[in-house]
């Protein structure tokens, strides 16, 4: 009996065992709560320039500019992480044959600077669109199945770089917005592309937290179309990016499609200047677009921007487009059993100044934008880190050494 007693007592040990295997993810191993993104560039080298070791090392480019002391002082104001932009670009480009084991070796030398001023590093594998300074970028890896590949291996050593660190400390997001189910045929390409980038990383780093995402830029929308349940992993953290209303958000950006790059001095609400003064503000928007547009598309832009106005006129209508996202990605993760300290707001912010145009945002308009979005995040749970350390959406640095007005990361200091 007493054999039989113990055989009963294995057997229900096991049983348990088993079934925790079967219990609801737990949480990933990494956690963050509040963050900056770093800059991705800062002198925009071109491609020719790469396989100059001064032109490329140290990488990312910011290590030029940014010491120990200036992430310290992120950590006073109440951060306590840094998603840490790192384009592929380089390490895709032959230019670079001769330099690529350094410069996998300054992306962990980084990650371990930002550490020791006592914050924690997403490592933001950030493809950006080729250009005439540049041969490959999201289109060409997106498209060829050779380049692919390419991105794939180097998912795989970037993994394998990282490995070795306190996944408490670092964690690794695969790739940036892709661009790509973005058609109106609602294709579904990204996830079997993104479990093989998942497949590539988890093999080089097994305890390391991996930032997965939705395709078509990170919308929430794309991020809803996932199923989490085909990758089986608790180690990952979920990331969604979210910048609407648009139309205020990026006034003035010559590179964000053929509508916005006309559109300057909206305030942030609508409703935070008297209407006769908006009023005003529309009419000049709509006299540059009749005297700059193309002539053919100067009634569909008027007309677009009669109806984006529109949908932002009230309180109400300006908070229904900016809870959308958060209640899409909340409903998803519900539905699937994902903890909302597992998500997180990876990219958000307000357009200071488009290099080379005058009209500076106002900077209380975009504290107040990044105050709202933020109470938003926290209140679902979800973790944030706000678009960027400098440039164009700058909050600490602007351009050619210039610095951000203190608005927005004194209103990030009051959070504490």
């Known amino acids: 009996m007493a054999l039989l007693g113990t055989m009963i007592k294995t057997l229900l040990a096991a049983l348990l065992a088993f079934a925790a ?42 290590r030029k500019f940014l ?32 330099l690529r084991d350094g410069l996998y070796a300054s992306v962990l030398d980084s990650a371990r600077m930002i550490n020791r001023a006592g914050l924690k590093v997403v490592v933001d594998l950030h493809l950006i669109p080729a250009g005439g300074n540049r041969k490959i970028g999201m289109g060409q890896v997106m498209d060829d199945p050779a380049v692919f590949d390419a991105y794939a291996e180097l998912v795989r050593n970037m ?9 408490n400390q670092v964690a690794l ?10 058609d109106a045929n609602r294709t579904n390409l990204w996830p079997d592309r993104q479990k093989k980038l998942f497949a590539a990383a988890r093999a080089s780093a097994t305890r390391l937290t991996l930032i997965l995402t939705g395709g078509c830029y990170s919308n929430a929308e794309s991020l809803s179309r996932i199923d989490p349940k085909t990758i089986a992993d608790d180690n990952i953290i979920w990331t969604f990016h979210s910048y609407d209303p648009f139309l205020l958000t990026h006034q003035g950006a010559t590179w964000a499609g053929d509508f916005i790059q006309y559109v300057t001095g909206l305030p942030y609400p609508l409703t935070a200047v008297p209407k006769a003064q908006l009023d005003m503000t529309l009419d000049t928007i709509r006299d540059r677009i009749r005297a700059e547009a193309p002539w053919a ?8 921007l009669d109806e984006q106005v529109a949908a932002l006129d009230t309180p109400e209508k300006l908070l229904g487009v900016m809870d959308q996202p958060f209640a899409t990605v909340d409903a998803w993760a519900k539905a699937n059993g994902v903890k909302p300290q597992d998500i997180t707001l990876g990219e958000f912010g307000m357009i200071r100044k488009e290099y080379g145009n005058g009209f500076v945002m106002p900077a209380a308009y975009r504290a107040a934008y990044a105050r709202d979005m933020i109470a938003r995040a926290e209140a679902h749970g979800f973790s944030w880190s706000v678009w960027s ?8 640095d602007a351009f050619d050494g210039e610095k951000a007005e203190p608005d927005v990361m004194d209103m990030i200091r009051s959070l504490r």
Not at 297 to 304: A, E, I, T
Not at 389 to 396: E, H, N, S, T
């Open 159 to 167: 993994a394998r770089t990282l490995a070795k660190e306190d996944p």
């Open 389 to 396: 350390y400098g440039g164009a959406f700058g909050i600490v």
């Open 67 to 98: 010491k120990e002391d200036d992430f310290k002082a992120l950590k006073d104001a109440g951060l306590d992480f840094l998603r840490m932009p790192v384009d592929p670009a380089p390490f895709l480009s032959e230019q670079t044959t001769a």
């Open 297 to 304: 598309r100067r009634s569909g832009l008027l007309s677009y």
């Open 21 to 62: 295997l079967a219990l609801p993810a737990g949480a990933a191993t990494f956690s963050m709560k509040r963050g900056l993104n770093l800059d991705q560039w800062v002198t925009w080298p071109a491609e020719d320039k790469w396989g100059e070791r001064q032109a490329i090392l140290p990488y990312p480019e910011w």
């Open 173 to 182: 997001e695969l790739m940036n917005e892709p661009i790509v189910d973005c």
